[in-house]
């Protein structure tokens, strides 16, 4: 009788929502009794999808494709299909792809594991597709990648109508999670060596929203909002409070929601880090207006000016959307002059392409293919350029970095590590003398300056070792073999996943181009 445990395996699309259901999803199977899968082929292959690409529903049945004979040759494997397009598509992957066993949708997650023992059980394709949020994901299981960063969903849903998402229909309307869950979630990680977090919302600065009007919502949120405050703000503020967490991040915000109040709140409070990722789409006010973007180009380039003033040294990077519909030559024009304004250290640059489902599929004037090629190649040219003069001006300063696992892919080859400086540039630092490790925390010297990244190569100056390098230390004795809590690698109840996720398939921040 064959006792080992099943394996698995989950392909992550999208966005950083995404990647963080996908450690919940890790959290579910491994609590349920599968372990990650090895070198061989895994008994169950999950998917979660974005249906916010072009062409996202023939990628992914062109990889189901090639999985078929996969499964022929692999009795009792299993393959599900979740995330934003199962969400939209529903009995239709069952239908294109018969040979698919479980079929669910954003609100539901947490059914996988009880999915698939019924689809095996009963030998035929479980579909279960819920309306509204069934359990808010912080309270599932959930498998940590590293022991240094955390993603912390503050809300789900959006309540935006922007022309060219369909994220808000599938993920639903705006909940939020109350500050004292939050923050009990934060504190816990840090508990376990966690030094950086990120809050994630799809439009996280509009925290409070979901509460309602302010007399109605919980006495902890009236009180984070005294003084006139937003709440997102407030929850700024309090996690500056927390002992031991030394950098703060959030992602993504939308311009229509960034408030004075969340300026001054990232600026009074030390942790939480130079560095802000505001979307911008598009700079023509045309066309922000034709994508239901309640700002326009002023309004935008007034917050990235108030941002500098209160906060100097801050990188910040965004969101492009190149060629929608209507966008003439003008309003090209108009996003170049933003960027050269705004002067990102990064930005995520995209051609527009029809999203089934949204209001800009079948709107008038959708721009020729070659037209929108030839602009996004100057955009990306500027963007390129402006990006190298900005890191450029790092030149000669002394950074702390982060030290990371798995961000510079050539490593090997160049001898160096890598990490995150405060300001979320990528920087590569010669090996010190002194171990280090994952979680850990160097001071570096900047060497060279490259549009992407930057180079470190005299001798580091400090090595500090941390409570996050100690438990990425511990986690390679258990995954060696030694056993995790109640044998369960890598998996904590009610904790988020940790750790900076592999690059999933070009990720872009947010919902893609959603906030």
Known sequence: MNTAARTYEIRTYGCQMNVHDSERLSGLLEAAGYVRA?????????????????????????????????????????????????????????????????????HNIGSLPALLERARVQSEAQVEIEESLVTFPSTLPTRRESPYAAWVSISVGCNNTCTFCIVPSLRGKERDRRPGEILAEIEALVGEGVLEITLLGQNVNAYGSGFGALAAAPDEVRAMTSGGQSAFAGLLRACGDVEGLERVRFTSPHPKDFTDDVIAAMAETPNVTPSLHMPLQAGS?????????????????????????????????????????????????????????????????????????????????????????????RLVALQEEISWEENKKQLGRTLEVLVAEGEGRKDGATRRLSGRARDNRLVHFGVPEEPVRPGDMVTVEVTYAAPHHLVADKPVRDVRRTRAGDAWEARQGREDGSGGVDGQKGVSLGMPSIGRPAQADAPVSGCSTAS
Request: net charge negative; aromatic share 8%.
């Open 285 to 377: 006010d045309a066309v922000l207006r034709a994508m239901r973007r309640s700002y326009r180009q002023e309004r935008y380039l007034g917050i990235i000016e108030k941002v500098r003033a209160a906060i100097p040294d801050a990188a910040i990077t965004t969101d492009i959307i190149v060629g929608f519909p209507g966008e003439t030559e003008a309003d090209f024009e108009e996003t170049l002059h933003v960027v050269r304004e705004a002067r990102f250290s990064s930005a995520f640059t995209f051609q527009y392409s029809k999203r089934p489902g949204t209001p800009a599929a079948t709107m008038d004037g959708q721009v020729p293919k070659e037209v929108v090629q030839e602009r996004y190649e």
């Open 38 to 106: 090895g070198d061989g082929e895994p008994d169950v292959v999950v998917f979660n999808t974005c249906a916010v690409r072009e062409n996202a529903d023939n990628r992914l049945y062109g990889n189901l494709g090639h999985l078929r004979p996969v499964k022929d040759g692999h009795p009792g494997m299993q393959i599900a299909v979740g995330g934003c397009l199962a969400q939209k598509d529903r009995d239709t992957i069952v239908e294109r792809a018969p040979w698919v066993d479980v079929v669910f949708g954003t």
